[in-house]
């Protein structure tokens, strides 16, 4: 951490610490994905380098959080091996009052949503730009659907009212593939107003493997804020 970082760099930074703090030796830790937990998993790396804690093994949700923690020292493991998942931390694209998420922005929610939900602790880490009053609000619903089922499965949605865009590639033509050789559609909906039951219809269309709704399954949200050019973190 440098002194010349900006605000908003050193308040992911500190909500990174601050999740990465609550991790306790022994542990198996779900590492989630994105710029956020990146820090998470460098400071895990760090407890572990000074020998605060010692004996934990994570389990990534990405090859993005994979390659994070080969490079900064947590050994890792599998969903084979391990027997349960004490504490996971991720982050989120939105974030309602009853603490339901929308995931997905880096494509990784399905293996996001498997980890996650199996874990004893959720803990979820993000800035409070993140913290909307309904879900959707300023983010679409990211679905992974395998690529036969693309026309089938973008017609259902719409058959929702939901208005589904096949996401692309960044420096990459073509579609986004997800981790499993998926495609993925973000979905617009004017109104999410029951969160719980739009989750399980979306996943029981045929052809869709997950979606980034997340309900009921988070313990503790962690917010940064940047107030008066310094970095807090606040729970919800």
Do not use: W
């Not at 306790?24 to 710029?35: A, C, E, F, P």
């Not at 939901?162 to 617009?188: C, H, S, W, Y």
């Amino acid at each position: 951490m440098t002194a010349t970082a900006d605000p908003v760099t050193l308040m992911k930074q500190e909500v990174g610490k601050a999740a990465a703090a609550l991790v306790k030796s022994g542990s198996i830790v779900g590492l989630g994905t994105g710029s956020t937990t990146a820090y998470t998993i460098q400071f895990l790396g760090d407890r572990l380098k000074s020998g605060e804690i010692k004996d934990i093994v994570g389990i990534p949700t990405s090859f993005q959080s994979e390659v994070l923690a080969k490079q900064y020292g947590v050994p890792l493991t599998t969903l084979d091996a391990a027997d349960r998942i004490d504490i996971a931390i991720d982050g989120a694209d939105e974030v309602d009052p009853q603490k339901n998420l929308i995931k997905g922005g880096g494509a990784a929610h399905t293996r996001e949503k498997v980890v996650d939900y199996l874990a004893e602790q959720f803990i979820v880490v993000v800035d409070s730009g993140k913290l909307v009053d309904r879900l959707g609000s300023s983010f679409a619903v990211p679905v992974e659907v395998i690529p036969m089922a693309i026309a089938p499965v973008t017609n259902a949605i719409k058959k929702l009212g939901g208005k589904p865009e096949l996401r692309m590639g960044v420096k990459k033509a073509g579609p986004v593939i997800t981790d499993q050789g998926n495609f993925v559609l973000d979905v617009r909906f004017d109104s999410i107003d029951d969160p719980v039951n739009l989750e399980k219809t979306l996943n029981n269309i045929p052809g869709v493997l997950e979606n980034g709704i997340f309900v009921n399954c988070v313990d503790l949200v962690l917010i940064g804020e940047v107030k008066d050019g310094q970095p807090l973190v606040r729970q919800l």
